[in-house]
């Protein structure tokens, strides 16, 4: 194991102690913060998207916000805005919820447009602009969006523009009966419903990680296979519109995280084929009858993994 991933998978244990199963969506979210990318989670209400984010940011002891999106949410309700302090007669920056290392959007959405793209400079450029001034965000900066699958009145689709910058979509399930027995019993224990987190790494430690990604080593041979999987994508006779070169980049970046995960320098023919459904299926817009259908994009990209052929690495 490399050194420098234990505190990883310390992170990992300590919000299993919470968050009973799904170690390959937590695994998942992990890659996605090592890559320094945004999630989107679309599932139903009740399973634990919220403690998800709020276990994962206490145990690297970063800081958290939440804003629960709604149709009457402003932009000045996420980035913030300039209001007049009435002793100095000066106007003063307030600073909005986005000014934070980890952001739950909640049923991102419910808010319309004008709203949504309040996120889209702070998650491409990291940056936020108020009042013709633009303020930096502070490393790491990651948009967790939930989206309820079930109810689409009053929601406004996310722009595909918005969609491509989330790094990863994934999807958490029902837990199985065994695994809500647990909770059941967790719970009882706990004879409360707060739940306490350990703080098992530092901001510093989560930087020094994301840098320790860039230097895991991948071989030409499987560069080229990353591209014929996404070249494979706006070919397909289902798909109108297949994934860009920035499918093609969450791949790279989401295989050398799995790698460095897994306790390897090197990215091999299985970390690509591990992180691709997540890593595109929300890059893929089906031809209309294939969508009336209730056709499905991870469907479509688990064929080209199987028909398109791995390449031999040594």
């Given at each position: 194991?490399i050194?420098?991933?234990?505190s990883c998978?310390?992170?990992?244990?300590?919000?299993?102690?919470v968050?009973?199963?799904?170690r390959?969506v937590?695994?998942?979210?992990?890659l996605?913060?090592?890559?320094?990318?945004?999630?989107?989670i679309?599932d139903?209400p009740?399973?634990?998207?919220?403690l998800m984010a709020?276990?994962?940011a206490?145990?690297m002891s970063?800081?958290f916000?939440?804003?629960?999106?709604t149709p009457d949410l402003?932009?000045?309700?996420?980035t913030?805005t300039?209001?007049?302090?009435r002793?100095t007669?000066?106007f003063e920056l307030?600073k909005?919820?986005i000014f934070?290392?980890?952001?739950?959007?909640?049923e991102v959405n419910?808010a319309?447009?004008?709203?949504?793209s309040?996120?889209?400079e702070?998650?491409?450029?990291?940056?936020?602009t108020?009042?013709?001034e633009?303020?930096?965000?502070e490393?790491?900066f990651i948009v967790?969006a939930?989206?309820?699958?079930?109810e689409y009145?009053?929601?406004?689709?996310?722009?595909?523009?918005q969609?491509?910058?989330?790094l990863?979509k994934l999807?958490?399930g029902?837990?199985?009966?065994?695994?809500?027995?647990q909770?059941?019993e967790r719970?009882?224990?706990r004879?409360?419903?707060e739940?306490?987190i350990?703080?098992?790494a530092?901001l510093?430690?989560?930087l020094?990680m994301q840098k320790?990604?860039?230097?895991?080593?991948?071989d030409q041979?499987?560069?080229?296979y990353?591209?014929?999987?996404?070249?494979?994508?706006r070919s397909h006779q289902?798909?109108e519109?297949?994934a860009?070169?920035?499918?093609s980049?969450?791949?790279?970046r989401?295989s050398?995280?799995k790698a460095?995960?897994n306790?390897?320098?090197?990215?091999?023919?299985?970390?690509?084929k591990?992180v691709t459904?997540?890593?595109?299926?929300?890059?893929?817009?089906?031809?209309?009858?294939q969508?009336?259908?209730g056709?499905?994009?991870?469907?479509?990209?688990?064929?080209l993994?199987?028909r398109i052929a791995v390449?031999?690495?040594?």
């Open positions: 194991m050194p420098e991933n234990k998978m310390s992170i990992l244990e300590e919000v299993s102690k968050i009973v199963g799904k390959n937590l695994e998942n979210l992990m996605a913060i090592l890559s320094d990318g945004h999630v989107l679309e139903y009740g399973l634990a998207k919220t709020k276990s994962f206490s145990a970063l800081r916000k939440r804003i629960q999106f402003l932009p000045a309700d996420v913030g300039y209001v007049l302090n002793k007669s000066d307030r909005g919820p934070t290392n980890i952001l739950l959007a909640d419910r319309p447009p004008r709203t949504q309040a996120l889209l702070a998650m491409q450029e990291k940056q936020v108020i009042e013709n633009t303020l930096k965000l490393k790491p967790l939930t989206q309820n699958p079930i009145e009053g929601t406004y689709p996310l722009p595909e523009a969609l491509d910058r989330f990863v999807s958490i029902y837990p199985s009966a065994e695994e809500e027995v909770i059941l719970r009882n224990q004879k409360t419903d739940v306490s350990e703080k098992v530092s510093d430690q989560l020094q320790a990604i860039e230097d895991v080593h991948i041979a499987i560069e080229r990353i591209v014929e999987v996404v070249r494979a994508t289902d798909v519109v297949g860009s070169p920035r499918g980049l969450a791949i790279m989401l050398k995280a460095w995960l306790g390897r320098d090197y990215v091999i023919p299985d970390d690509v591990t459904v997540p890593a595109l299926s929300h890059r893929l817009i089906l031809k209309p009858e969508w009336l259908k056709g499905k994009t991870a469907a479509i990209i688990e064929e993994l199987r390449p031999k690495v040594d």
